[in-house]
């Protein structure tokens, strides 16, 4: 959207059949559209580990940002101040605040690659690689989607290659391209390694 009010306007439209928790503009201000203990729109079909109806299970902030430029410090400062009290009322770990890139590889693609990831893990709020080991192994895609899925991302075999790739890479190496390297295969073990369970898919 081109602005905090026009999307704030479809956020609140019953026609438009999306919402969000939150809207977050770019200048810091903050809305509250729906109550934390409700359902919220914003998600829609995809998966994160073993949550198959991420709306149902999620607190979804929404940014007033195109994707093609910085987030501004006010906004950034008042997502993690936000984030906090999120994280800490309903028990979510770092590795359980995620974008809607990670959840929905093939169709989404928010919030972008101009977005913070790691300013937020710096808080706390969110996880980034540690320190990779060296040698690093050799591009594997198989070992590469069975360490990202062990991380959260969805496995099923309908979502090709490149859509996890790209998703990763959206989030932890923006500025990458081409095909699969090696420290994307080290990233997505470190990251499989401390956060990563069996995620066993439920219905919703």
């Not at 977050?24 to 580990?49: S, T, Y």
């Not at 808080?123 to 899925?149: E, S, Y």
């Not at 062990?150 to 095909?179: T, V």
Request: charged share 15%; net charge negative.
């Amino acid at each position: 959207m081109q602005g905090a009010q026009p999307a704030l306007e479809r956020l609140c439209d019953p026609a438009a059949e999306v919402s969000a928790h939150y809207l977050i503009g770019n200048n810091g201000q903050v809305w509250q559209l729906v109550d934390e203990a409700q359902r919220a729109w914003h998600a829609g079909a995809g998966r994160w580990g073993a949550i198959c109806d991420v709306n149902s299970h999620s607190v979804g902030i929404e940014l007033d940002n195109t994707g093609a430029h910085p987030f501004a410090h006010a906004q950034m400062q008042a997502l993690a101040q936000l984030l906090g009290g999120i994280v800490q009322r309903w028990q979510i770990p770092a590795h359980g605040v995620i974008g809607h890139s990670d959840m929905a590889p093939t169709r989404k693609q928010d919030p972008g690659a101009k977005f913070d990831w790691q300013g937020l893990a710096h808080l706390g709020l969110a996880v980034w690689p540690g320190p990779l080991a060296t040698p690093m192994p050799q591009p594997d895609m198989a070992a590469f989607r069975a360490d990202c899925a062990r991380f959260g991302y969805d496995d099923s075999p309908d979502i090709p290659d490149r859509a996890i790739l790209a998703a990763f890479r959206l989030r932890f190496r923006p500025w990458a391209a081409g095909p699969l390297a090696a420290i994307d295969c080290a990233q997505a073990a470190d990251l499989a390694q401390r956060f990563g369970v069996d995620h066993r898919p439920t219905s919703a």
